[in-house]
């Protein structure tokens, strides 16, 4: 089954980066992963170079998606609101090990919060499900803690706490 892990953190705070930084660790640990972004706005070009899509595909992402409020990359016109989670994860993601989803804030589930000096400003969620937090040491939550650099230690952390193979 596949398993989510959600990437959160505040704007600029290094959310696309630790991705990029994650997904080829773990794929040398031969686990198979893929992304999904969440956009602010439906007005995506998600092909382009240098985006936050295009970057997660650079990295090694075997499947990659972005929804926005009524748009995503595997269709249009229907509001998402309609479309579960779960359902476009299952659709699209079933055969992979692990699915790091950036930017769903709200969402239920595991997750890492990234924090960088001169962007963090609050939490992202409440405690409960953060499995760490990751960056600069900025806002301190009771669970463990991995600065920039520590990315191996963070992937044997995520690998164990969501009993990865």
């Known amino acids: ?4 892990l959600h990437i959160t953190g505040c704007k600029n705070a290094g ?18 992963v893929g992304t999904l972004k969440y956009a602010e706005r439906d007005h995506f070009d998600w092909e382009r170079p240098g985006t936050d899509t295009d ?4 990295a090694g992402s075997r499947q990659v998606g972005i929804l926005g409020e009524h748009s995503h990359a595997f269709g ?3 509001s998402l609101r309609d479309i579960p989670l779960a359902d ?4 699209y993601y079933s055969p992979l090990d692990l699915v790091l989803i950036e930017g ?22 409440e405690d409960e ?20 650099g ?3 230690d963070l992937v044997s952390h995520i690998m164990s706490a969501l009993e990865l193979p």
Not at 104 to 125: K, L
Not at 129 to 148: E, K, M, N, Q, S
């Open 1 to 4: 089954m596949t398993k989510l």
């Open 15 to 32: 959310k696309t980066r630790t991705v990029e930084v994650l997904l080829p660790l773990l794929a040398d640990r031969h686990v198979s």
């Open 55 to 58: 970057r997660h595909r650079l």
């Open 76 to 78: 249009a016109g229907r």
């Open 88 to 91: 476009i994860l299952r659709m």
């Open 104 to 125: 769903f804030h709200d969402a239920e589930g595991p997750r890492i919060e990234v924090q960088r000096t001169g962007y963090t400003d609050r939490r992202i969620g």
């Open 129 to 148: 499900g953060c499995l760490a937090t990751y960056g600069d040491r900025i806002l301190a939550r009771g669970v463990p803690h991995f600065a920039f």
């Open 150 to 152: 520590a990315e191996p």
